[in-house]
């Protein structure tokens, strides 16, 4: 088992940046592939992006592509958001998710078994 807590969230002008950490309690956090979702208010929770257990390979959402960056260090138990040239429509509450063994790179909710409280990001236009 292993549990996750977001942080770095902010309000922030559209064109700018942040950077969203999750952090994860556990020796294991190696053995899981990580993800990223959000959910807007009145919207269903959506696909950010994905990475795996070992980093070497990473998969975007589409209105993300080329503006945000995933990473993780394993030594240090921690995943990364790099946002850059935010938009109004980023705005949402982030959550980090870790999913058990995948054949493939995880891309739906229903694919990750443990989830974080969630962190808050605004953009302001």
């Known amino acids: 088992q292993v549990q996750l807590v977001e942080s770095g969230g902010g309000l922030v002008q559209a064109g700018g940046s942040l950077r969203l950490s999750c952090a994860a309690s556990g020796r294991t956090f190696g053995s899981y592939d990580m993800g990223w979702f959000r959910q807007a208010p009145g919207k269903e929770r959506e696909f950010v992006a994905a990475i795996r257990r070992s980093g070497s390979t990473t998969y975007y959402a589409d209105p993300v592509k080329g503006r945000f960056t995933i990473s993780r260090d394993n030594a240090k138990n921690t995943m990364y958001l790099q946002m850059n040239s935010l938009k109004p429509e980023d705005t949402a509450v982030y959550y980090c998710?870790?999913?058990?063994?995948?054949?493939?790179?995880?891309?739906?909710?229903?694919?990750?078994?443990?989830w974080g409280q969630g962190t808050q990001v605004t953009v302001s236009s």
């Open positions: 998710a870790a999913a058990g063994f995948r054949m493939t790179i995880p891309t739906t909710a229903r694919s990750f078994d443990y």
